[in-house]
């Protein structure tokens, strides 16, 4: 956009609205407006910050309020972005303005709050209160606080006790007004160790009076150059970050936020590449340096050495001058696993990590902006890196289900990359030992270049994978066993060789159903029409998706028996009962249950790794692409668990989940075996997993997807219909079910009817799925779907629409 002044400028705002919002500038602002920049707004009763879509002096009809201020003098979201963000909204059917919010890691800069200040009304009243009540009255002391400006509703709350009270009573008198605000956080405001601290150059040495523990600072801080963590400054001189902020209150220091810490793993060595991994690489490579957009798909078998292809692509992307992104899963992205690329690319990696503060955050992401940075690793929202001259983007394990947003916008990262590299004219590569099955089918189509590594590294060979039918088991031994006799046989061997095993069971908590004898009555979740699962430590009943807890119950909620028993299996009882059989081995477990913090994985993987333990048990956490070369077992306890679904994904998902764990065997120089325990032995994904055959897995599942319209041999849309009382649930969706049918030309359309989980978090849930034969056909279905919505003034999320989804839960 040309730079000039502009009367007007149309802007984005986080609501679930469609168009943009025209204000008018203030003379301060006109010269400085630019598409992309941040800038505070009113709406309604409430300021809200929006992204600036377009500058102009087209008049509107209709009168308008004015911008408040301009937060980015520099735009925060370039061309190239804003229209990446145009592209979702219009794909996945999502409001722009929730997009662009979600496509900022800035939250940290804003503060939110609700802020209380006098009416007129109230100031008399305060001046007349100060000689009538006595100097403590609660009443008077917050109005004579909000006589000397306005405050933090948080702030009056901490200062004192009964301010809520006598703050609803003041609003209800007109006393006082609050409003929503939204300001600038001041840096000053951060905690010691989370700031850094250095001298500032340019401010020359000024008759600035400084006190004792200011001068004593800067002597420190001229003495030792470089910038310092405050709060480690302040074992050096007292008082070190009263006088910082004071300092930088004066110029004449500079507070930025801390950089982030990363623990750095076992730096692998840098390997000369085998012949499958060159070949690889020197196919992206030549696609890089034509700067033409290209799709690869590596598809490697586990432990083939896919990470040393991407170091040495992204290594000749930078050789380019250009920048790469490297998205990985959730899980997957650990500071150890950051430290790899810090020890390849030194202070060249900026790191997007969900467990990063906000404030750590932003900074990567100015890092990043600045050009300072030019290899990203980062999670799903990675994918939004600001940097400059992309040149490549690597998704790996592309198949994840994390890298689906499972909120508005239901954007999936990996598809979005695709999209954001064909914009940029640069390389795309998907890595996975198990593809899904749209990508592959993509190769197949010829859309994408697959390239395979077929063996791992060294010709180590793939560990044998054994599948236990615990049908027979029950047979010979008549007990209802969790582990098979091989399976324990197996592990003990194991740890009298001091080797490490995994053991893998899919579901958290120690039974997964509380029931009845008498009646048959499964306790269920308040909120949600889901059993409660058991936890033994902490004795409690928890619903895995909404938090809800209860104690276990003494009789049954319905009949009163007093006969309630535990059924199912969970990792925590998997945990207990090794410890049980193996009294004297080291066991650790990694669930959501251990996990609580988010550095927490970290520490319990990396111990597991350094062989602090004999075995983990843990879920689906455990089954990512860790390498942890000691592990020559993996049990399966049971295959079963995801196969009953209700959902045309479970196969992919449990042919999946079994070849990744199984690859975490043998990856040393011992050869690793898994032990897969099942009563479903015949089922393709099971056996085929158990088998490693990808190819055959993949051919048997397109041709049922093929069968049934599924993707990828159709456009699919899941649309939910929400609301808290069933009837209106009911209507709603009732409504939409009119205007699908019949259903429009080319598509088909199943429901309405009631989601699998028909009740969820208090909310009614009905569902439609919508499959077409092309994306257009689909697309201009859904937004006449939203349209209705919008216009029939439904709640802002009682339409839920995902494009692609990954779940129909
Ligand atoms: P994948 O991601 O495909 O499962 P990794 O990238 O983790 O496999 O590689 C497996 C192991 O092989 C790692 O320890 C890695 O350092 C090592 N490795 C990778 N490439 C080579 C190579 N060309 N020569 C020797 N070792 C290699
Ligand atoms: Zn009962
Ligand atoms: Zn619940």
Not at 143 to 149: F, G, H, S, T, V
Not at 197 to 205: F, I
Not at 519 to 541: W, Y
Request: glycine share 6%; net charge positive; hydrophobic share 40%.
């Amino acid at each position: 956009m040309p730079e000039g002044s502009y009367q007007f400028c149309d802007v984005s705002l986080p609501v679930p609205l469609d168009q943009p919002f025209t204000y008018g500038l203030p003379l301060t602002l006109r010269h400085r407006v630019r598409a992309g920049s941040r800038l505070l707004v009113p709406f309604g009763p409430r300021k809200l910050t929006g992204v600036i879509l377009r500058c102009h002096d087209d008049a509107p009809t209709v009168a308008i309020r004015e911008a408040l201020r301009l937060i980015d003098s520099e735009p925060v979201l370039s061309e190239e972005l804003l229209a990446l963000g145009r592209w979702i909204a219009g794909y996945y059917c999502a409001p722009l303005g929730e997009v662009l919010r979600t496509m900022l890691p800035l939250a940290a800069e804003i503060r939110r709050g609700k802020v209380w200040s006098l009416t007129d009304a109230g100031r008399d009243a305060a001046r007349q209160l100060l000689f009538d009540t006595a100097p403590d009255d609660p009443v008077a002391e917050v109005l004579r606080m909000l006589e000397k400006r306005p405050l933090n509703a948080a702030y009056l709350a901490k200062a004192l006790p009964l301010a809520d009270k006598v703050i609803r009573s003041l609003e209800r008198k007109g006393f006082i007004v609050s409003e929503d605000v939204q300001t600038e956080r001041d840096p000053l405001r951060a905690p010691a160790e989370r700031l850094r601290v250095e001298l500032a150059y340019e401010k020359a040495e000024s008759e600035v009076k400084l006190n004792k523990p200011e001068r004593e600072l800067r002597a420190f801080l001229e003495l030792h150059p470089g910038s310092h963590n405050l709060k480690d400054l302040e074992d050096a001189v007292r008082n070190a970050s009263i006088a910082a902020r004071s300092l930088a209150r004066k110029g004449l220091v500079v507070l930025r936020p801390e950089t982030v810490a990363i623990r750095s793993g076992p730096i692998r060595a840098r390997h000369d590449l085998n012949p499958a991994q060159q070949a690889a690489f020197e196919q992206i490579r030549a696609a890089i340096q034509a700067h033409e957009f290209r799709t690869f798909l590596l598809h490697g078998v586990t432990g083939s050495g896919k990470t040393e292809v991407y170091l040495n692509t992204i290594e000749a992307v930078m050789a380019e001058g250009r920048s790469a992104l490297l998205l990985v899963p959730e899980i997957a992205l650990t500071p150890a696993m950051a430290g790899q690329f810090f020890a390849r690319f030194g202070d060249r990696v900026a790191i997007l990590h969900s467990a990063f503060t906000d404030v750590e955050r932003s900074e990567q992401w100015r890092r990043i902006r600045s050009g300072a940075a030019s290899v990203v690793v980062g999670t799903r929202s990675g994918v939004f890196a600001p940097v400059r001259n992309l040149g490549l983007i690597v998704v790996d394990e592309e198949h994840d289900g994390s890298y689906k947003q499972e909120e508005t916008p239901r954007y999936n990262g990996r598809d979005v990359a695709v999209v954001r590299a064909q914009h940029a004219n640069a390389c795309v590569v998907l890595g996975s030992a198990t593809p899904s099955l749209e990508s592959r089918y993509n190769a197949e189509r010829g859309k994408y270049t697959l390239l395979e590594l077929p063996g791992r590294i060294e010709a180590r060979p793939m560990p044998a994978v054994e599948l236990i039918d615990m049908r027979q088991e029950f047979l010979e031994t008549r007990k209802q066993a969790t582990f098979s006799r091989k399976l324990m046989e197996a592990v003990s061997q194991k740890l009298e060789n001091g080797e490490q095993v995994i053991v893998l069971l899919n579901r958290r908590g120690f039974s997964s159903f509380v029931a009845c004898r008498a009646c048959g009555e499964r306790v269920q979740c308040m909120n949600c029409s889901l059993t409660l699962t058991f936890h033994k430590r902490d004795r409690r009943l928890l619903c895995h998706y909404c938090g809800y807890a209860e104690k276990v119950p003494s009789v049954c909620p319905k009949c009163a028996s007093e006969h309630i028993y535990f059924l199912g299996l969970g990792s925590e009882r998997v945990e207990e009962e090794l410890h049980h059989a193996f009294p004297t081995a080291r066991i650790a477990r990694l669930d959501r249950d251990t996990v609580t913090g988010k550095r927490q994985y970290e520490t319990i993987l990396h111990d597991f790794r350094e062989g602090h333990y004999d075995i983990l048990v843990g879920t689906q956490m455990i089954a990512k692409g860790h390498d942890i070369p000691n592990v020559t077992l993996v049990g399966v306890v049971s295959a079963d668990v995801g196969l009953g679904m209700p959902d045309f994904r479970a196969a992919e998902r449990t042919f999946q989940l079994l070849t990744q764990v199984a690859g975490r065997a043998g990856r040393g120089n011992v050869p690793g075996i898994v032990l897969v325990q099942t009563i479903n032995p015949d089922h393709y994904a099971v056996r085929l997993a158990a088998a490693q055959d990808y190819q055959a897995f993949y051919e048997k599942e397109l041709n049922f997807r093929r069968m049934m319209h599924y993707p990828p041999f159709s456009a699919m849309a899941n649309v939910l219909v929400r609301a808290e009382k069933k009837e209106v649930a009911m209507r709603l969706s009732a409504d939409l079910g009119f205007l699908l049918t019949p259903p429009p030309d080319k598509l088909r359309v199943m429901g309405p009817a009631e989601a699998p989980v028909p009740r969820l978090k208090n909310e009614y849930r009905y569902q439609f799925l919508i499959k077409a034969a092309s994306r257009k056909t689909l697309n201009e279905l859904l937004q006449k779907l939203r349209t209705f919505a919008i216009e029939h003034k439904w709640g802002a999320t009682a339409l839920v629409i995902d494009v692609d989804p990954l779940t129909l839960m």
